[in-house]
């Protein structure tokens, strides 16, 4: 699959069919996390892979009132948290270097979509979750102080098909040499 049609074929999916991901195609995600870039390489990301039920119900039950993904942090085949080790990207020796502080986010961003244009290949679907009461899931996670879990991506095998949603031309936000 041509790499340009992977990123404009891929849609939030909530709605899975009922069959697992085999372990190759789950560590191949996770060799895509491994690989994504990130600030002075600090690989700053954690992947907690979420298969319990238990615990599974419990992240659901942080989800924000109406989240659309609710249903589909316990029914997908598969969840994945990534959670940020803070003060890490986007530090020198202890300290903030950009205007914009602590990196992590922009960092676990990019393993985010790493990860889900990979399952797209691969003929999975996901949807990024970033609508949680974080505190109460990174308890539920056992994650501790210094790292932040900022998304929750659930993925399987698709069993829907949305249609892509309308994009802006080119024209409308591209500007040559000046704002």
């Known amino acids: ?22 372990k190759d195609v789950e560590h191949t995600l996770l060799e895509a996390v491994q690989w994504s870039q990130s600030w002075a390489n600090t690989q700053c990301w954690e992947v907690l892979v ?3 039920k238990d615990v599974r119900s ?4 942080t989800m924000g009132k109406g989240n659309p993904a609710s249903k589909a942090i316990v029914d997908a085949p598969l969840l994945v948290g990534l959670a940020g080790r803070l ?31 990979t399952a797209h290949a691969l003929g999975l ?10 505190d109460k899931a990174k308890e539920a996670l056992a994650i501790p102080d210094g790292y932040e879990l900022p998304v929750l991506v659930p993925l399987g095998y698709p069993a829907q098909s949305p249609k892509p949603p309308q994009r802006r031309d080119i024209e409308e936000f591209l500007h040559y040499e000046r704002f």
């Open 87 to 117: 003060q890490s990207a986007g530090y020198y020796k202890g300290q903030e270097v950009t205007k914009f502080g602590d990196w992590f986010l922009f960092d676990l961003g990019l393993a985010t979509q790493n990860l889900c244009l």
């Open 50 to 52: 979420v298969k319990d």
């Open 125 to 134: 679907g996901s949807v990024v979750v970033g609508l949680f009461d974080h």
């Open 58 to 61: 419990r992240l659901q039950e």
């Open 1 to 22: 699959m041509d790499f340009l049609n992977i990123i404009k074929e891929r849609r939030s999916i909530r709605k899975f069919e009922d069959r697992e991901i085999p």
